[in-house]
Nanobody, 128 residues
Framework: QLQLVESGGGSVQAGGSLNLSCSYP????????MGWFRQTSGNEREAVAI??????????KYAEAVKGRFTGSKDSAKQILYLQMSNLRPEDTGLYYC???????????????????WGQGTQVTVSS
């Protein structure tokens, strides 16, 4: 069974940092699309960082609102996906998910409906 498990959420003040992690199965094909999404109050789930199939950092796609503040990465040897978040803002508050798209080819998309497997989510709260 393909299970994604997030960790690392918490509460910080504006300007602070948090690091999220997402573990995925060791037997898993590492060339699938993976990414981080969030659901903030009153908004639909949105892509925050979408990693490319090969995990090259320069190919990671970010939401405009987090560019320069968030960094997504993937350690295929450890089977862990990371999201480093800095200079956090109150509007970053929400439930953060890692997700997986099991299609073996194609561009890694930002649309949440293209991702078939999701973690349980981890809460990030930023106070002003």
């Amino acid at each position: 069974q393909l299970q994604l498990v997030e960790s690392g959420g918490g509460s910080v003040q504006a300007g602070g940092s948090l690091n999220l992690s997402c573990s995925y199965p060791a037997s898993f094909y590492t060339g699938y699309c993976m990414g981080w999404f969030r659901q903030t109050s009153g908004n639909e789930r949105e892509a925050v960082a979408i990693m490319s199939r090969d995990g090259r950092p320069e190919r990671t796609k970010y939401a405009e609102a987090v560019k320069g503040r968030f960094t997504g990465s993937k350690d295929s040897a450890k089977q862990i996906l990371y999201l480093q978040m800095s200079n956090l803002r109150p509007e970053d508050t929400g439930l953060y998910y890692c997700a997986l798209n099991t299609r073996p080819f194609g561009v890694c998309e930002r649309r949440s409906e293209t991702y078939s497997h999701w973690g349980q989510g981890t809460q990030v709260t930023v106070s002003s």
